[in-house]
């Protein structure tokens, strides 16, 4: 059966078997990073790869096998205590980041500074972490066993995957030395901003709310001028009491500008609220 969307066709099985080929693409980029910046700069910057990083360093463990050695046990108590939620696709993560780490483990480091190690392999983490969650799977690891803490504890998941990557970043530490632990902080960081990035996208479209005593000159200038639509909250002024009602629009921040200079030409005392829309999915901008 094939669905129709806004202009397209959308093949469930065709949509299926991309997901697989982001998990894969995803899961080898994290394995590339982790070989070529990470593990040569003993950059252990959380997650079962820096509990790979520290035991490489200190009993000189193939990665690789620490990784499987973690990540199937707890792919498999996942699936004992929270479910069959995670399915074939995390499964295929679970076993074949390591396997590219095996297989790439003979690569010469692409770097030997460590700051740029944390700094170019949180990135290449991110991208690949990112592109895996767009296949909707995941690759394991500390995460699993972040959701099994948060399901016996009840702290909440935020909290779980801090403490576990805050003590491998510890662990780091001591068994390296300080510096080595900040750099792993680094790299956890631009990880997790890599991995919004993919995610969500460079925002490229602002949201206005527009407080003015003449709303229907500018709703109908952003409709007729701007071409958009907008939207009417209902309000009251928290001094009078009075109904004030907001606009609120979404524009392409190359239609920015003129919404400034709409509301300024037809209300120049309007107070005007703007902020940065991360994602905007529906008619106009991308397609849901």
């Keep these: 059966m094939v669905l129709k969307g806004r202009g397209r066709n959308i093949d469930p099985a065709r949509e299926k078997w991309l997901e697989y080929v982001f998990v894969i693409i995803g899961s080898a980029i994290v394995a590339i990073a982790f070989n070529v910046f990470l593990l040569p700069n003993e950059v252990a910057s959380g997650g079962v790869s820096g509990i790979s990083t520290i035991l490489k360093g200190v009993l000189d463990w193939k990665p690789a096998y620490v990784q499987w050695a973690f990540n199937i ?145 500018i709703r109908e200038g952003i409709l007729h001028k701007i071409d958009r639509g907008v939207t009417k909250l209902s309000a009251y002024g928290g001094y009078t009491d009075d109904e004030r009602p907001i606009l609120m629009v979404v ?8 919404l400034k200079q709409l509301v300024k030409t037809i209300d120049p005392s309007a107070f005007v609220v703007t902020m940065d829309a991360s994602e905007v999915l529906g008619e106009g901008f991308k397609r849901v």
Excluded: H
Excluded at 200 to 208: E, L, T, W
Excluded at 251 to 258: A, M, N, Q, R, Y
């Design 73 to 217: 046990p707890l792919f498999i108590a996942g699936l004992i205590f929270l479910g069959l939620q995670f399915g074939v696709k995390t499964a295929i993560g679970t076993i074949f980041l390591p396997l590219v780490v095996f297989l790439t483990e003979s690569w010469e480091p692409w770097t030997t500074d460590p700051l740029l190690g944390a700094l170019f392999g949180g990135i290449g983490v991110g991208l690949g972490l990112g592109i895996v969650f767009r296949g909707k799977a995941s690759t394991g690891g500390t995460d699993l066993a972040a959701q099994i803490v948060n399901k016996f504890t009840g702290l909440s998941l935020g909290t779980c995957v801090a403490l576990i990557d805050g003590m491998i970043v510890l662990s780091a530490a001591i068994v390296f030395d300080i510096e080595r632990g900040l750099y792993a902080l680094i790299g956890l960081y631009v990880t997790s901003k890599t991995i919004d990035l993919v995610q969500v996208g460079i925002s490229r479209s602002k949201m206005a709310l527009v407080i003015t005593n003449k709303q229907e000159e």
């Design 251 to 258: 524009v392409d921040l190359t239609e920015f500008t003129k």
